[in-house]
Structures are given as C-alpha cells and as structure tokens.
C-alpha cells in the first residue's frame, strides 16, 4: 500500500499566498501567530511541516478559516 505525503513546500507557497494577500510582514504575521519569524520563514520555505497547533495559530493571525488553507492546499496539490 502506497501512502503519498504532503509536500511542504505546497504547504510553505499556500500560507505566503495567504499572507501576502493580507499585506502582512513575516515579521508582523509570527508575532500575532506567538510563532518565531524564522520558524514561519522555514515554514514557508517548506522546509519545515508545521504541526496542527501551529497551523492553527498562523491561520488566525491571517485571519483565515484553517478549512480555506487546507481547500487550496488540496487545489495546489492538483
């Protein structure tokens, strides 16, 4: 049985997207998310995975439902 895993660096390019979209620093987003800034610059490099929590965090810090995160992961994924 084949298990595929999920690509951080989708992962990393969708929550940049988001951001930006926001008009938001990296620096001005990990400080309303309690993240540090090079933690969500790893994130977003996709060379980090973050976990449910901290997706959590960065989701509300930009003000976005986690479920519309996850719908353009799985768009991007496509």
Same mark, same amino acid.
């Given at each position: 049985?084949? !298990?595929?895993? %999920?690509? *951080?660096? +989708? !992962?990393g390019? !969708?929550?940049a997207?988001f951001?930006?979209?926001k008009g %938001?620093?990296q620096?001005?987003?990990?400080g309303l998310a309690? +993240?540090?800034?090079?933690h969500l610059?790893? +994130? ?5 995975? *973050?976990t449910?929590?901290? %997706?959590?965090? +960065?989701?509300?810090?930009?003000n976005?439902?986690?479920?519309? !995160?996850i719908?353009?992961i799985e768009?991007?994924?496509?």
């Amino acid at each position: 049985m084949f !298990v595929s895993t %999920l690509d *951080p660096l +989708i !992962v990393g390019e !969708v929550l940049a997207d988001f951001r930006h979209k926001k008009g %938001l620093s990296q620096e001005v987003a990990s400080g309303l998310a309690d +993240i540090g800034r090079s933690h969500l610059s790893a +994130i977003e490099r996709g060379e980090r995975k *973050p976990t449910l929590e901290t %997706l959590y965090r +960065i989701c509300t810090a930009l003000n976005v439902k986690m479920s519309d !995160v996850i719908l353009a992961i799985e768009e991007r994924i496509k």
